[in-house]
């Protein structure tokens, strides 16, 4: 399965710069999701996958049993996920702002560095 | 105790404006009371010095690099200290009468105490690295300095000027100095100064001897790099008086007497010394006569007094740098008193120009005396302290190892050009009556903040003329031995008999005003050589920094297209091809074992999602790339649950929701789905973003391979239940483990909801809400139907 | 017009939702959940009601401005911080008090909850102060 995922990741990865690289501001920022989807996907598979067992200590255990998945990635990306979020959501707003106030479609028409 | 005198100043420094605005009318005073109950306190240190008592302080700042704010005050620093103390008193108190009512005065006051405590600092320091840092320092407080009156472009390039020469010099001195730590395996100088063997033989010498140079060339302004100094003279006069007589260009000179110990014996240490001070002292002599502008010409004969002193540490004989040293006390005072005459004449008259000035006797009569005494000191005539100076180098010349002769002769040439010098700048400003002005100009009452600063120190010069014995005992015989690295014993006195000294000393005097005469009958003749001052180095550094904006600009261009895709570009192309060339170089593409234990279901997820990331970058419309995103988002949280993950897979649902919301809102105002690239820049990025996704694929499939069983994960596996009381190990390092990243992650989202709201709500024009929404529906409508 | 299914379902549903916030905050120490989930399923609740009413209704719902929760959020978030740094130890440090139940069980208590709580305040916040500022356009 390793295998499998780490080849979705390339796929989404590459999906990814595709769309980052077009001209269509949307394009770029689906881009962007994709791109942060796809390292999320990188670090879990990276750790290592686990079937099923959830990085939980049992009731009635101390320590989490040796089987369990790796908690530390889970943590990582948790974060990851929200704040990818927000700041999707700030590229968002920053791109309908800018387009709107420079009447531009074309990510090309934007090359002034002080505009 | 010597730390807390160099913090003070920046004490003060910090609250001058607020005490400047509280008292405007006294605030020259009170600050003044600073550098003067400093100097107090160096003077009552003269007697411990000179008893050969050497005082070391020292604080920890970063032990890891060696580096710590240590003190130490010998002979050497202690002259230093008390020219920088003595003038800074008077100086101060000088600018509150020449910059009265000025809109920036407690701003200046910061720069100048600023200054001052940075000066004390450098000549105080004992660690290599805060002496570094103290060296910076007063390059920017004079960079404040030159450019006060920074409505004008040309103070503004002086500035400039100044800063980047000497804070180009300064870099190569921090390399220097950290060379020259590592070879004596110390920080401290104090304790390299025993270590001159061991640094003499090491490999690195001579770059560390170039680089030590070349920072202390740059300050002190030695010829090429003299050419900032009279630039410098845009700033106002106690500014010049200050840092370009002074202070500031003496930090070169000593740091040179300084490590004048470590280096000394080395034959390229003289040389170098000797040569670049003894074509300095003759170029600024040169150039200073030529000169229209007082304070101009007061800076080529303060490059000058630089040359002089660097030529004199060059010889390096016990009785050279004795000579050093008294030249050192007696240029300070004339100098620093004639460039605060210079500025009171241009206070009262508003000319400084020598060609044009007259009668000044009448109008300023204290102004004069204090003028003439100095001036006579800087020429080196009897009974001042420049003319002991004068004697002692020409007796230290005499005595010289090497070519004596043509050090000799360089000496006299360059004095006897000083004295001309002195004559252009004293007699016919001065005394030529004047023609047009009447006697209701005589008498002009000068206020005292404005007649103290000049005639003090002239007054001093005058007085340790006439009473060497007043320096020669104390000061300046353990000054020149800290330089020497052992005792030298030293008598001053005015009068020594007939001496070869004093033949050269007339010599001096009749060759110098033959040439005053020859510059008042060929006066057109000198203009014509008044091109050299602008041209050479001067002239460089403008076509040098023009090049290097041009550089900059051109390379700005290159790397910042302002085309998004090309910094994409630039950025995956970089990463693909470097990593990849890396991994195959070092055979890292071997993948381990692949690893094919996958279930129909995962099958399944997999393959929608490839598909779904394949509609979209082939989608035609936004909606279809936002659903096929959906679908990617989903498959990831199916592969969460699959793989132990829970609480990611929440997440990851909610937010999946959330970030279609967050499109279906948004989506209408933002520019519809155009195909713009061409076919070929189509093709071309497939190509590249084939790549970059291949890589990763073999990236991750290599770190199955490598990846160990994590430390960090066992041990929150078994302590998150015993430290931490939480069963739930992903929550427990989110809150708890690694609460610190966990703050900074909810700090980065509040972030982006208020930059959000700032960006939607904020804003200056508030467009017709309405109208636009409709008019965005109606496109969005439009667009389905196109589907 | 409002939909009325969409209305109804959501007068009903919004408690329980907000319920199930709660306790997915609470339990997150032990069972899957937590302040980020908590916080991301009351936002959602939230922005359910704004599709079912409107911006307006729900900001009326919500009586402050979501960027006050942010703010109280993150004081909750440091303030618990500052727990630990009062007893001397690093900042953040974790700090339990244990309340007997008997029987040798014990609830515990800690900062590292009142952190979650912040943590969750601050989700909500945020995330409504996106959605709503967009949903209300310009």
């Known amino acids: ?115 | 105790m010597i730390s807390t005198a160099v913090i003070s100043g920046f004490a003060l420094a910090l609250f001058a404006p607020a005490i400047h605005r509280f008292k405007p009318a006294w605030s020259g005073g009170i600050f003044a009371l600073l550098p003067l109950s400093l100097f107090v306190f160096f003077f009552s240190c003269i007697s411990e010095i000179s008893g050969g008592v050497e005082i070391v302080e020292s604080v920890s700042w970063a032990p890891q690099v060696g580096a710590a704010f240590s003190f130490y005050l010998d002979g050497l620093s202690l002259v230093f200290a008390l020219l920088i103390t003595g003038l800074g008193t008077l100086i101060i108190f000088y600018s509150g009468g020449y910059l009265h009512g000025h809109p920036n005065l407690g701003r200046f006051y910061t720069y100048m105490l600023g200054f001052m405590a940075s000066m004390l600092g450098l000549v105080l320091a004992s660690n290599v690295i805060s002496l570094f840092i103290f060296w910076e320092l007063t390059s920017l407080s004079s960079y404040f300095l030159i450019g006060f009156d920074h409505h004008r472009e040309s103070a503004r390039s002086a500035a400039l000027q100044a800063l980047l020469v000497t804070g180009i010099g300064g870099l190569a001195l921090l390399a220097g100095l950290i060379m020259l730590g590592l070879a004596g395996g110390s920080q401290e100088i104090y304790q390299l100064l025993g270590q001159e063997d061991i640094i003499r033989s090491h490999p690195l010498f001579v770059p560390m001897l170039i680089l030590v140079l070349a920072g202390a060339f740059t300050k002190s302004a030695q010829v090429p790099f003299h050419f900032w100094l009279p630039s410098a003279m845009e700033g106002p006069a106690p500014v010049s008086a200050y840092l370009h007589s002074a202070t500031m260009v003496k930090a070169g000179v000593y740091l040179v007497l300084r490590l004048s110990p470590v280096f000394a014996g080395s034959a390229a240490w003289h040389t170098s010394l000797a040569l670049f001070g003894g074509v300095t002292m003759i170029t600024g002599a040169w150039l200073a006569i030529v000169q229209t502008d007082m304070k101009k010409l007061l800076a080529y004969t303060t490059v000058n007094g630089l040359g002089m002193l660097v030529f004199l540490t060059g010889i390096g004989t016990p009785l050279a740098l004795q000579a050093a040293v008294v030249f050192l006390i007696a240029h300070a005072l004339y100098k620093g008193s004639l460039f605060l005459s210079a500025g009171v004449v241009d206070h009262e008259t508003g000319s400084r120009n020598v060609r044009e000035l007259r009668g000044l006797y009448r109008r300023l009569p204290l102004i004069t005396i204090a003028a003439v005494l100095a001036g006579m000191s800087m020429a080196g005539l009897p009974p001042l302290v420049g003319f002991i100076g004068k004697e002692l180098i020409y007796e230290s010349v005499l005595s010289a190892p090497g070519p004596g002769q043509l050090a000799a002769a360089a000496a006299l040439l360059a004095n006897a050009l000083l004295l001309a010098a002195t004559g252009v700048l004293l007699l016919r400003p001065f005394f030529r009556r004047s023609t047009a002005e009447t006697d209701s100009d005589s008498g002009h009452r000068v206020s005292i903040d404005l007649w103290l600063g000049p005639v003090v120190p002239a007054a001093a010069g005058l007085a340790l003329g006439l009473l060497p014995g007043l320096l020669s005992g104390t000061l300046v015989s353990s000054a020149a031995t800290a330089v020497a690295a052992k005792h030298v014993e030293v008598h001053l006195s005015l009068w020594h008999g007939i001496t070869p000294m004093l033949v050269l000393s007339l010599v001096t005097v009749a060759f110098g005003c033959a040439l005053y005469v020859a510059y008042i009958s060929k006066e057109s003749l000198v203009d014509r050589w008044r091109w050299l001052g602008s041209a050479g180095p001067d002239r460089w550094y403008a076509v040098g920094l023009e090049a290097l904006k041009a550089l900059a600009h051109w390379q700005t261009r290159l790397l910042q297209s302002g085309h998004l895709h090309h910094y994409v570009l630039t950025i995956v192309l970089t990463t693909v091809i470097l990593t990849a060339v890396t991994m195959i170089r070092l055979k890292g593409f071997l993948i381990p074992s692949t690893d094919l234990d996958v279930r129909a279901y995962e099958l399944f997820i997999v393959i929608l999602m490839i598909l779904a990331a394949l509609v979209a970058v082939r989608a035609k419309s936004r909606l279809s790339a936002i659903v096929a995103m959906g679908v990617i988002g989903y498959g990831i949280a199916l592969i969460f649950v699959d793989f132990g993950a829970p609480d990611l897979a929440m997440t990851q649902f909610i937010i999946e929701t959330m970030t279609v919301i967050l499109f279906v809102l948004v989506i209408y105002r933002l520019p519809r789905y155009r195909s713009i690239s061409g076919r070929g820049s189509r093709l071309f990025n497939g190509v590249v973003a084939t790549a970059s996704g291949v890589l990763m694929t073999c990236l991750v499939l290599v770190a199955h391979g490598v990846r160990e069983g994590s430390r960090l994960s066992e041990y929150f596996a078994t302590n998150s239940l015993l430290l931490a009381h939480g069963r739930n190990v992903v929550n427990v390092i989110i809150v708890d483990f690694r609460g610190m990243d966990t703050l900074g992650e909810i700090t980065v989202l509040s972030l982006a909801g208020i930059g959000v709201y700032a960006l939607l709500k904020l804003r200056p024009h508030a467009g017709i809400k309405g109208e636009k929404k409709q008019s965005a529906t109606s496109e969005l409508e439009q667009e389905s139907t196109d589907n | 017009m409002q939909p009325v299914i969409l209305t109804t379902a959501t007068r009903y549903l919004m408690p329980m939702l907000l319920l199930l916030s709660a306790f997915l905050l609470f339990r997150g120490h032990n069972l899957p959940g937590g302040g980020f989930i908590g916080g991301l399923v009351a936002a959602g609740t939230f922005i359910l009601h704004n599709f079912a009413f409107g911006v307006q209704e729900t900001r009326k719902l919500l009586r402050v401005n979501p960027l006050m929760i942010t703010a109280t959020g993150l004081l909750i978030a440091m303030g618990s911080g500052v727990v630990g740094l009062l007893t001397g130890k690093p900042f953040l440090t974790g700090q339990w008090i244990t309340l007997p139940l008997g029987k040798g069980e014990g609830l515990h208590i800690g900062t590292p909850v009142t952190f979650d709580i912040g943590v969750y305040l601050v989700v909500i916040g945020a995330t409504l102060t996106i959605i709503l500022a967009l949903a209300e356009g310009e």
């Open chain 1, 1 to 115: 399965m390793n295998t499998l995922i780490a080849v979705l990741v390339g796929v989404l990865f590459g999906a990814g710069i595709f769309l980052m690289m077009s001209r269509t501001p949307v394009k770029l920022i689906i881009g962007l999701v994709f791109l942060s989807n796809a390292i999320n996907l990188l670090i879990f598979d990276a750790a290592g996958l686990t079937r099923g067992i959830p990085p939980i200590i049992a009731t009635g255990a101390e320590t989490m049993a040796g089987s369990s998945a790796d908690p530390l990635p889970q943590a990582l990306i948790l974060t990851a996920i929200v704040i990818s979020f927000g700041v999707l959501a700030f590229a968002l707003v920053l791109f309908n702002r800018t387009f709107k106030s420079l009447t531009a479609r074309d990510l090309n028409e934007l090359k002034a560095t002080d505009t």
